[in-house]
């Protein structure tokens, strides 16, 4: 049955109007939080986004996907060690450091790194539990970029930071039927013992399919392969940059 769950689940971007039952919401919230976090420290935060004025925005502001807009129920995660910070000054840390003649230190590059994992364990949690009771979602990666607008919009202190948006909502019957995306072979991802760098043949084999799905003629616009369609679509294109920007920006206000 889980196993099931997990071998079909697909992104689900198209939803009926339908509204998710307050007892649905409330077993898929139950089950997020029962997700295993750092310390049992739940470095995380989630907002449920109920205004439709702040989905709208989202769609703005998550690289124009009006998908989100129409989803009912959206929720973001924020990696947050800001509750733990603040818990540690109520608690008087400063007088055990003075004693100790340490200097009280302030979340880092590691808590940030353990906080957003906590963070995307729980989001998948809530992915997994919503699909149990036949919804579908899709994360948003793009949370990640406009920081600025986020933190304003959000009353977000430094020491919290969207990593992830999910959407969710019953499927509609076209996203139902659409075929599944395909996955790489499991040779060119699961290495024995020690990491195995892909070279030539190994790229030209593990992308043979994906090489199909290319658009043909003069869509290309000079594109001779998957590599370079990947390479302006994903990896150099606008909403990277900017995501990339957003997060330095974060990551600034974070570690200082
Ligand atoms: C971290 C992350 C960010 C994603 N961001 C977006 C997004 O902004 N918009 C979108 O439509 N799909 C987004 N997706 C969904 C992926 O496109 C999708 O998972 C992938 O194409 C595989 O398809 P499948 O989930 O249907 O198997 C994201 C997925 C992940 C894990």
């Not at 502001?61 to 807009?69: L, M, Y």
């Not at 353990?114 to 949370?143: K, M, P, R, W």
């Not at 920081?147 to 969207?162: A, Q, R, T, W």
Request: aromatic residues 12%; proline residues 4%.
């Amino acid at each position: 049955m889980t196993l099931n769950l997990l071998l079909n689940r697909k992104s689900i971007r198209a939803f009926e109007k339908r509204p998710i039952e307050a007892n649905v919401r409330a077993k898929i919230l139950e089950a997020t939080l029962r997700a295993p976090t750092a310390g049992n420290m739940m470095l995380y935060s989630i907002l449920d986004i109920t205004d439709q004025s702040i989905k709208e925005k989202l769609v703005k502001t998550c690289d124009n996907q009006p998908f989100i807009a129409r989803a009912p129920m959206v929720w973001i995660f924020l990696a947050d060690y800001q509750r733990w910070y603040d818990y540690f000054i109520h608690s008087g840390v400063d007088e055990i450091c003075a004693e100790r003649e340490i200097k009280m230190r302030k979340p880092e590059e590691g808590d940030l790194f353990l906080a957003c994992s906590d963070t995307l364990i729980a989001a998948q949690n809530a992915v997994i539990a919503a699909e149990s009771f036949g919804l579908g979602s899709c994360y948003i990666g793009d949370i990640m970029e406009n920081y600025e607008i986020h933190k304003e919009l959000f009353n977000l202190p430094s020491y919290v930071f969207p990593i992830g948006m999910l959407v969710f909502g019953y499927p509609t019957q076209q996203q139902k039927d659409r075929q599944m995306t395909s996955r790489f072979d499991e040779k060119f991802i699961v290495f024995k013992n020690e990491y195995q760098r892909l070279g030539g043949d190994d790229f030209n084999e593990m992308f043979a399919e994906r090489e199909k799905s290319l658009p043909q003629g003069k869509a290309m616009r000079g594109i001779t392969n998957y590599g370079q369609h990947m390479f302006l679509r994903k990896f150099d294109s606008k909403f990277s940059r900017e995501m990339s920007r957003s997060v330095r920006e974060m990551v600034k206000a974070w570690v200082g």
